[in-house]
Every structure is written in structure tokens, then in C-alpha cells.
């Protein structure tokens, strides 16, 4: 009989120590030993979004866990998405749909935190009552005791379900053992309680060394280390947002293909360009460098929550001038979704969607024109690549905004006619579809663009995605004390 198992919670001593990855992890993990789980973040802060099956909006994060739990992505999964689009302000999406922007002091001091709650809580029961168990996350840190009282994500969600709940830290960045105690103790007696047990993640080195630390650990905290985690390389999950990107290479390699991301004060979805990292010849580099762009085979415009702001910002550093010459000189030149819109003639905003700019004149590479609307277009897509015929590929459309073809043809067709994007030739089009480059089929192509001969094996992006996920999940089992960690899961009562 399946044991009936408690929700289980993953929660921080501080931004970026590991949740997402972990619940991941421990998604795959359970999908493995028979179990149906779900993810759950009632507030995610990120520019990384996906589109659900039902054409709603989410963290890219919780498409990945549910990716990796073997289920469809649902808005449910975190009914609560902010979107930075300035330092300050960020725009809201509440169970997949937007509804405005806030400055973070009204977010967070004047909207009714009950309301959003309430909303959190009724997409878990709806999952809660489909899924078994319910493996949620928790943003930043659990111990920010400014905004305790506004807390809708981390230990008020952790009280309300009842989750084991297991306190990740990063040890690579030093002062674990203050980030550990100083986490827990903070807590009031109640939610204390509610931590089942501490998780080290991102540990270098040899592992017995920390033995000691260990056992210290769980005698000035009461609660037992399951698991030290060690760092690792070789696995690759998508990330949930751009702090990784300071990681990521930001040069031209010699004897590679290199190709140059455009890095945005606002770019969003990254992750776009995860299957041309795993290709060996190919040298992936995210940059704000002219001198980078000017050495690359080939040069992409990603996405942008501000297009107009991002796109003045091309023009005040050069950059702008820099890739219409790249264009001019037949240098592959690529844009998706907000970068598709730059690339064009012109861009409107006549309602202030993304500001006071009403226009601006775009790169002017690509002959279309875009006039921003207050409507979002979130929906998943199958479709046939330029003059192909068969609906083999597929890709994910985030934006507001309608942009009209003056020339140039279409780059992708869909199943009831219609299509998107606009291609020149095959070295410059623009996209309004995000993950067009998981594809084997488009990566190819542009990559003979650079070099004829191109013939490395493309991956099949979906089958490396499931091999990593087992990857993690083998990584974490043989790391964590995987019957203690059932032990504190587990209903006392099994089977009821």
C-alpha cells in the first residue's frame, strides 16, 4: 500500500542556495518511487516565465519541477508571478494572468496580502486534491523578520498545510553554520517546529570533512542534517532565473562557433538558448560588450520585459549601431519575442504599457512594426519551420504587443493557417516564439548558416532534459539519507 505522505517544503536561509533544483530533484524522486507530486510556489519573483497548456502564465521554475514530476505545467502551480520591469516596479500575475504593475512599496505595504493568500491556498487545495504529495518551495529567506507579517510563501504556507519542511543552505558561500541557526532560531516556536530537517547544498570538497560539522549543526539547531549535497557540473537543469547568468561564459572562444546573446537590463527567458549550450562546437556566451558582438559567428536578441527601455539602452551604450552593421555584413542576426519587436521599424505604445516613451524607432533590420497592447498572448505552440510542411516542432509565445509585416515572409506556420515571425533571409529573422531554438531542426539551420558543413548530432532537447533529471535525482539520493527522509515525511498513521 502507498504510505501516505505528508506536503513537503523546501525553504531558504537565503536567495539562491538551491529550492528550485532541489524540488526538482526531489519531484523526480518521488515520481521514481510510485508517487503522483506536484509543485507549488505561491510567490515566485522572476523574468524566466512559460506558458501553461491552457494559454497562462508562470515561473519557469514550476514548469521545470512539473517537467520533472512527469505531469503538465498548471498556473495553479504558482498563482502568484512577479515580473520586474524596472528596479522598483514589477508587473503582477495573479493565477497566470497580469493585473497591473506595483511599485514593491505598494505591493508589498497596501495590496492585501489575505486576498493573495487566499488565492495561494485554493490553487494548492485544487493540486492537493489531484497530486500526492504536494512538493512546494519557498523564496529567499525564511527569516526576513521586516516582512514576516506580509509573508504569503515561505512558513505561513508551511503552517497552513502542514509541510515537513526542510531548510536548504548553500555552503560555497560561507557562513552556513550563522545562515543555519540564525534561520531556525529566528523563527517563533511554532514554525520552528514545522522544520523537519537541514539540507547543505553546494558543498566542495572532501565530504568527510564536514562529518564534524555536521553532528554540531543538528546540536545547536535540534534538527538532523538528511543531507550534504555536493556541488556539481555535470548535470543541467534549466535555472530559474539571471543570477546564474554571472557563471555563464561572456567571451569568444577560438575554434568555436560563437554565438552572442545580447544581455538586456531586462532580459527575459534565457533558458532559450539551453540546447545550443549542450552542443560541443558551440561557444554560448551571454554579452554587453561591443567588441564581443563584433567577434561573434552570430548574434541573438532574446527576450525583454521592456522592450522600449532595453532598446534605448542598445542605442546609448553602441550597441545599436553594432548589430545593424552585424546585419548589413550578412552576420547571422536573430531576435525572439522582444528582440523580434527591436528589430523592426518602429514600436508603439499609445496606452504607456511599458512607460512614458509612446514611440521610438526600432533597429530597423527586419520590415515590421509594433504597436504594444495591454492584452498578453501566453499560449503553447506547434509548429512547421519556415517552408517546412510538418508541425514537428514546438515553442511557447509570451508577449503584448501585435507587429504587422510590411515584407519578408513568415518563420513558422501553425496548424489553423496562421503564422509568426518575419524572415528576410535565413541569416536575420525575429520570433515571437520562445523555445524555438529547443528545436533540432532550427538549430541546424542556423548553424549551417555559420558553417556549411555543420554535421554534430543535434540532442533531442526533451530525452537530455529527462536524462538530467535522473541525473539529479541519482545525485541527490546518493547524498541524503533517503529513509530518514521518508521517516519525517510519513504520516504516523500510513495508508489513511
Known amino acids: 500500500m502507498e504510505k501516505k505522505l505528508k506536503p513537503l517544503m523546501f525553504v531558504g536561509t537565503g536567495s ?8 526538482a530533484g526531489f519531484c523526480r524522486i518521488l515520481k521514481q518511487d510510485g508517487y503522483r507530486p506536484a509543485p507549488f510556489k505561491a510567490q515566485n519573483m522572476s523574468l524566466n516565465s512559460y506558458a501553461t497548456p491552457e494559454g497562462l502564465e508562470i515561473g519557469r521554475a514550476q514548469a521545470v519541477q512539473a517537467e520533472a514530476a512527469g505531469i503538465a505545467c498548471r498556473s495553479e502551480m504558482n498563482p502568484v508571478l512577479l515580473k520586474p520591469t524596472g528596479d522598483q516596479h514589477s508587473q503582477v500575475v495573479l493565477n497566470g494572468r497580469p493585473i497591473g504593475n506595483q511599485s514593491a512599496k505598494t505591493y508589498f505595504l497596501e495590496t492585501d496580502r489575505d486576498y493573495l493568500f487566499n488565492q495561494a491556498m485554493k490553487a494548492w487545495h485544487y493540486l492537493n486534491g489531484k497530486y500526492h504529495p504536494m512538493v512546494m518551495e519557498g523564496a529567499g529567506s525564511i527569516s526576513e523578520l521586516n516582512l514576516r507579517d506580509k509573508d504569503i510563501t515561505n512558513m505561513r504556507i508551511a503552517r497552513e498545510t502542514g509541510a515537513a519542511t526542510f531548510l536548504v543552505a548553500d555552503i560555497d558561500r560561507g557562513g552556513v553554520f550563522a545562515s543555519v541557526y540564525g534561520s531556525v532560531m529566528l523563527l517563533p516556536p511554532e514554525e520552528r517546529d514545522l522544520i523537519a530537517g537541514i539540507i547543505i547544498n553546494k558543498f566542495r570538497g572532501d565530504m568527510s570533512l564536514f562529518d564534524e560539522g555536521r553532528k554540531i549543526m543538528e546540536e545547536i539547531t535540534g534538527k538532523p542534517v538528511v543531507g550534504v549535497i555536493p556541488y556539481f557540473h555535470n548535470i543541467r537543469i534549466e535555472d530559474e532565473d539571471a543570477v546564474p547568468l554571472a557563471l555563464k561564459r561572456h567571451h569568444p572562444v577560438q575554434g568555436k562557433i560563437n554565438v552572442a546573446v545580447v544581455l538586456f537590463p531586462r532580459m527575459a527567458n534565457f ?15 551571454f554579452t554587453h560588450d561591443i567588441s564581443a558582438i563584433r567577434e561573434a559567428d552570430m548574434v541573438i536578441l532574446p527576450g525583454s520585459k521592456n522592450t522600449i527601455d532595453d532598446l534605448l539602452y542598445l542605442k546609448s551604450t553602441g550597441m545599436a549601431d553594432e548589430l545593424v552593421k552585424a546585419a548589413q555584413n550578412g552576420k547571422p542576426l536573430y531576435g525572439i519575442c522582444g528582440g523580434y ?34 492584452e498578453k498572448i501566453t499560449r503553447q ?12 516542432n514546438s515553442g511557447y509565445e509570451i508577449h503584448m504587443g501585435e507587429t504587422v509585416l510590411s515584407g519578408g515572409k513568415p518563420v513558422a506556420w501553425f496548424e489553423d493557417g496562421t503564422h509568426d515571425g518575419c524572415l528576410l533571409n535565413e541569416h536575420c529573422w525575429g520570433s515571437y516564439l520562445h523555445g524555438i531554438f529547443d ?3 532550427v538549430v541546424e539551420q542556423i548553424l549551417k548558416t555559420v558553417s556549411p558543413g555543420f554535421s554534430e548530432p543535434i540532442p533531442d532537447y ?14 541527490i539520493r546518493e547524498h541524503v539519507d533517503m529513509d530518514q527522509f521518508y521517516r519525517l515525511i510519513t504520516h504516523e498513521n500510513q495508508g489513511q
Open 16 to 23: 539562491d542556495v538551491g529550492k528550485s533544483i532541489i524540488t
Open 271 to 285: 533558458t532559450d538558448f539551453s540546447l545550443l549550450e549542450q552542443i560541443s562546437r558551440v561557444n554560448l556566451y
Open 462 to 475: 526533451l530525452a537530455f532534459k529527462e536524462e538530467q533529471y535522473d541525473k539529479l535525482a541519482t545525485h
Open 439 to 441: 528545436n533540432r531542426e
Open 341 to 374: 519587436q527591436m528589430m523592426g521599424t518602429e514600436i508603439h505604445d499609445p496606452d504607456g504599457v511599458e512607460g512614458k516613451v509612446r514611440s521610438v524607432k526600432g533597429l530597423e533590420i527586419l520590415p515590421v512594426t509594433t504597436t504594444l497592447t495591454g
Open 381 to 392: 505552440r506547434r509548429f512547421a519551420y519556415r517552408e517546412g510542411k510538418a508541425l514537428t
